[in-house]
């Protein structure tokens, strides 16, 4: 079974700082890995995706790879109030068992930005 | 305008019945999924399509089963097999083999 651990929060901030959220997987072959938001009681909507091992920058949005260490991570500078959600870590991978691939994710980490 | 519906928003299932969960794309996409979310917890795969009249079964697919005969729509029952239901459902599509997934609103599923 493949596998995406999360610390599960609740990571608190205040406002205009950092927030940097963590993400390991367990399948070596993964292919593509991304980050989505979900608000409390609302349907996730994604907002960074990386592929190669790196940075890769949107706005206030940083994610990193590093496919050695199984371990892809978000940054979110100058945080704000509306930046409180559950941040989830999602991975692609192809399923052999099942010929296709499978969008695996995380539990989540719950952000709070305190004004 | 392109997007993923999902209906009923609120279910309410009695025990020992069976319920049908309605997933309608109008992206065009291949890949389709569903996914089961509990209080507090992430998201765990309940089955999932990349193609027309095919389907994987994911990490919690006792209980449920779904179909897919047509390349917009996964329907998803929850049959009396599964003896946890009350959950947010969520269905989900993507290009297949990109891991970019549109959600649906979600399906709130209790056992009354």
């Known amino acids: 079974q493949k596998e995406v651990e999360q610390n599960s929060g609740p990571l608190s901030v205040p406002e205009g700082a950092i927030a940097s959220l963590n993400c390991t997987y367990s399948?070596?072959?993964?292919?593509?890995f991304f980050w989505y938001r979900q608000y409390s009681g609302k349907s996730p909507e994604l907002i960074m995706f990386?592929?190669s091992n790196g940075d890769k920058e949107d706005g206030r949005f940083t994610a990193q790879l590093n496919k050695a260490s199984q371990y892809v991570s978000l940054l979110i500078r100058d945080s704000q109030p509306s930046d409180s959600a559950t941040y989830l870590c999602?991975?692609?991978?192809w399923g052999s068992g099942a010929g296709s691939y499978q969008l695996t994710f995380g539990k989540g980490t719950k952000l709070s930005v305190i004004p | 305008d392109g997007g993923i519906t999902q209906s009923p928003k609120y279910l309410f299932r009695k025990e020992g019945q069976n319920v049908t969960l309605s997933c309608e794309q109008n992206?065009?996409?291949?890949?389709m999924y569903w996914y089961r979310q509990d209080p507090g917890q992430g998201l765990r795969l309940i089955y999932y399509?990349?193609?027309?009249?095919?389907?994987q079964k994911g990490d919690i697919a006792e209980g449920y089963s779904v179909s897919r005969e047509k390349k917009e729509s996964f329907p998803l029952t929850v049959t009396s097999a599964q003896k946890n239901p009350t959950a947010f459902y969520l269905c989900?599509?993507?290009?297949?083999?990109?891991?970019?997934?549109?959600f649906g609103q979600g399906t709130r599923l209790t056992v009354v």
């Open positions: 989900a599509s993507s290009i297949s083999g990109t891991g970019h997934a549109f």
């Open positions: 992206l065009n996409h291949d890949a």
């Open positions: 399509s990349q193609i027309v009249n095919d389907f």
């Open positions: 399948d070596r072959g993964s292919q593509s």
């Open positions: 990386i592929y």
């Open positions: 999602a991975v692609n991978s």
